[in-house]
């Protein structure tokens, strides 16, 4: 088998979802008055919309994909990258989320200038806005070349397709579109994945059947939680868990995290969104395993069939064509799309918010330039919008035509070697107070040494290590940790005395971060009942949609699935909606 086969029926399922998404847009338009409102939600997201938009922006097609490799080759250590965002998002409902929400800015360079200054800010700025491009088209890319190894689809129309449709309701919707299309892919994949793990077990008899199953196949070594170096060459061992879970304690709990936060109405809020995210990430972490499992168990034979490079990281797909009913299928393909829509959306909606509330100020301030009202500045939001996801699209096709393997494996070098170095400052900076304002640019200098020396493959043993150390990627991640945090603490001996400028505006930074806030008093009136009502309709069209399926005929356990899945994705949007009409 060269490629996997989709009917006419999963076609319309597509489409029909793609369409979905651009009247999202369309609604969510008239949400955005000014900058604010089009790059945070005007402060008033509900938690249960940016909690769960969060949860959405943390995955990628890598999610369904390289994720689902993991799996299908090492059973069960693909848990531990689930859990560690779920403790991340845990630490954030402790006391980080509030913290996030209450430095009451637009932009993470905005609180980078109230912590570290503006030199500090300006190099996030100018830093940011390039790898933002660069990781979403290459994001874009990877799912390109899944989709089309595949599914058989064309790489290039994927991309432009895929590429258009975020652009289109990012663009007009802003960040209100961002975060109900992020709601309502999670309202698809949640319970669509918790079917598919639940049809898999089905089809592995159960719980006890599928370890008979691993035992049978002697797979019980391979499947440990927990590997010996020896089995993947360093992988899936205590040192790579200890990695997984601290890069997402970094990755969730720095200031670099909090545009998830800056919509949410104040820091209670906060709290709420932060630990919804956290459940969901554990209930995924002890259910997306299942599918590749059951692939490896049950159909290894048509997953290395595949003329792919990396047949593995097809698992999921294989095992959810194989248990589900027609017309789920093209939901499945809907998940890996959106994986990767999720994070490109957010992402251009934060490279834009930084565009105008952090780089054009300081453009109109060097040129002189004549300060534009906020009705002239969400229009430049928007055309900024379109031109930086033109940009990413553009570059998407242009990694498209040269060769290239492993894209995934390049995106986590890229998130160990690329951005931990830059993350690190802005954690310990919520913490340590006494530095000088360059504490974060010798940090980041200091890790990014390491980078440099693990991406030209420096042997390890230059540095003492045994000859037959190598990078491996907790090498490169811990290396990278411990080399900026020494270049943080480093600077400390180097910090102004108490009572100078730079002092009193760390003071007043973290006064601030801590000072809860009254949304009534400084935001005003919110708009739950719109948003609980708008979403919840745009959900019972969805829910309706997948009970028409009920007419494709199907095997009885087919037709119970989409019936389950269109009863909780209705039940869930009437509800809102019924809320909705209370608030």
Request: charged residues 10%; positive net charge; hydrophobic residues 55%.
């Amino acid at each position: 088998m060269s490629q996997i086969e989709i009917s006419n029926i999963e076609y319309l399922v597509i489409v029909g979802y793609l369409v979905l998404i651009v009247a999202v847009g369309i609604v969510f338009r008239k949400f955005s008055s000014d900058t604010k409102d089009y790059f945070i939600g005007g402060a008033k997201g509900s938690w249960w919309l940016v909690g769960s938009s969060a949860f959405m922006s943390a995955f990628s097609a890598w999610t369904f994909t390289g994720a689902a490799g993991v799996a299908f080759e090492s059973g069960f250590s693909v848990m531990i990258i689930f859990l560690g965002n779920a403790f991340g998002f845990f630490l954030n409902f402790l006391f980080l989320g509030p913290w996030l929400r209450q430095m009451r800015v637009t932009t993470f360079p905005e609180a980078i200038a109230g912590r570290f200054g503006e030199a500090t800010r300006n190099f996030y700025a100018l830093f940011e806005v390039p790898i933002r491009i660069l990781y979403s088209a290459m994001a874009l890319y990877g799912l390109g070349i899944f989709c089309s190894a595949v599914f058989g689809y064309d790489i290039y129309h994927v991309i432009m397709v895929c590429g258009v449709v975020v652009l289109f309701y990012s663009a007009t919707g802003g960040r209100w579109a961002v975060m109900a299309t992020d709601f309502l892919q999670g309202l698809i994949l949640v319970p669509l994945t918790l079917i598919i793990a639940w049809l898999c077990l089905s089809q592995l008899d159960g719980i006890d059947g599928m370890f008979a199953q691993i035992d049978a196949q002697g797979l019980s070594d391979k499947f440990k939680m927990i590997n010996s170096a020896e089995l993947f060459a360093g992988a899936y061992t205590w040192g790579w868990a200890s990695a997984m879970v601290t890069k997402g304690f970094l990755v969730f709990n720095s200031m670099y995290a909090g545009p998830r936060y800056f919509s949410v109405k104040d820091g209670r809020e906060a709290r709420k969104a932060a630990i919804f995210a956290s459940v969901l990430f554990l209930v995924g972490g002890l259910v997306w395993f299942l599918p590749p499992i059951t692939a490896k168990l049950l159909y290894a034979e048509q997953v290395v069939g595949l003329a792919i490079s990396k047949p593995a990281e097809a698992a999921y797909a294989i095992a959810s064509i194989n248990v589900l009913p027609v017309g789920l299928i093209g939901l499945v393909v809907v998940a890996i799309l959106t994986a990767t829509m999720s994070s490109m959306d957010t992402g251009l909606n934060t490279n834009v918010a930084i565009m105008i509330k952090d780089i054009y100020p300081k453009l109109v301030r060097r040129f002189q330039w004549t300060e534009k009202p906020e009705t002239v500045l969400l229009g430049y939001g928007r055309l900024l919008t379109w031109i930086m996801g033109v940009l990413v699209i553009l570059l998407a096709l242009q990694l498209a035509r040269q060769e290239g393997k492993g894209i995934f494996e390049i995106m986590l070098d890229i998130g160990a070697l690329l951005m931990s170095p830059i993350q690190i400052p802005l954690i310990w900076g919520l913490f340590v107070r006494r530095t000088p304002w360059w504490a974060a640019l010798s940090s980041i200098a200091f890790g990014f040494t390491v980078s440099v020396i693990a991406f030209l493959n420096v042997p390890l043993s230059t540095f003492g290590f045994p000859v037959e150390a190598t990078w491996t990627f907790q090498m490169k991640f811990f290396g990278v940790l411990a080399a900026g945090s020494l270049g943080f603490l480093l600077s400390i001996p180097f910090a102004p005395p108490k009572g100078s400028p730079h002092r009193i505006r760390v003071d007043a930074f973290i006064t601030n971060m801590k000072n809860p806030i009254n949304f009534r008093t400084e935001i005003g009136a919110g708009n739950d009942s719109a948003q609980l009502q708008i979403i919840g309709r745009f959900g019972a069209a969805v829910a309706l949609f997948i009970a028409a399926m009920l007419i494709i005929p199907n095997p009885p356990d087919g037709r119970l699935a989409i019936a389950v899945l269109a009863l909780a994705i209705g039940g869930i949007s009437v509800l809102m909606i019924r809320q909705g009409a209370k608030v």
